[in-house]
């Protein structure tokens, strides 16, 4: 496989040939559109310029503790016109289709955000969660781990304010009741949280619940391959090769784009620098890069030349 093209460093003709051969974009957004704490430059000018070419464009985020609202607001402050909130994916909306399809009906334990358990509200799921502020005792655990009725789910994801005894609540419920799923939104290993600041990601938390019951998880969140068959219903993708998947991470994005079958760009604005992309196995490399989802601006602007 040939190494990763900078989109910036192609002949004229190869850039035309590249914007010619998608019609689809789906775009991660922290570390792409945006960062989680803090903005990248001509991101939104770029989302424009690609509508202005005639491409769909759609995200998805691993991100569900940030309001549907949030979102838009985000879209509104970096300029990028058009955005629907149905243009947007990420973990909590892919999870309430899932429970409206395998568990109609059914109570979960939510140890997700405050703004997930409020999506989980708005679509009538009954949720349990603990958002406990005092102090705890040995004696206060107990009475918090005691069950009063069980749950068909316990529903993981990025979650901040994530404590002890909301983790020891959900193994307690995994242990009681055998049937109870594990379902997982966003569980990554790095969260590119501001500019140069990486913290770690949820996923050693999920690795907790599974040491303690055996019980492996549900992936909703990138990369699982169950998001990228909701893709297929959610938006109409006709061929799978004419959509490219642009994201900042090799395992959530590249990988997962690939194992869609899409085409692959990382850029550059969030986790890695081009060493660890060139320092990844080949086949984890993606197929094109670029410093910034900006570069598309230049390189639609090139083509009006
Ligand atoms: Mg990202």
Known sequence: MAPPRHILKLSREEQRQFINSFDMVISDCDGVVWLLVGWIPGTGAAV????????QI???SNNSF???????????HIGAQNVQEDDVVHPVKTIVRYLQKHNPGERVYSLM???????????NIEYESL???????????VNYLAIEKPVGAVLFDIHLDMSYVELAKAIRHLQENPDCKLIAGGSDVIMPLAENLNVAGFFDFLEHVKRYTGREATFLGKPSPILGEMFGEMFEIGEPKRCIFIGDTL?????????????SLLVLSGCLTKEDMLNAPVDAQ????????????????????
């Open 48 to 55: 424009n310029a690609l509508k202005a070419a005639g491409k």
């Open 58 to 60: 759609k995200f998805v």
């Open 66 to 76: 940030r309001s549907e609202a949030d979102y838009m607001e985000n879209f509104r």
């Open 113 to 123: 955000s405050l703004e997930a358990n409020e999506t989980l509200r708005k679509h």
């Open 131 to 141: 958002n406990i502020k005092e102090h705890l005792t040995a004696a206060t655990l």
């Open 251 to 263: 395992v959530q994005d590249v990988q997962f784009g690939k194992s869609c079958g899409f085409q």
């Open 286 to 305: 993606p197929d094109y890069y670029a410093d910034s989802l900006a570069d598309f601006t230049q390189l639609l602007e090139n083509l009006k030349e």
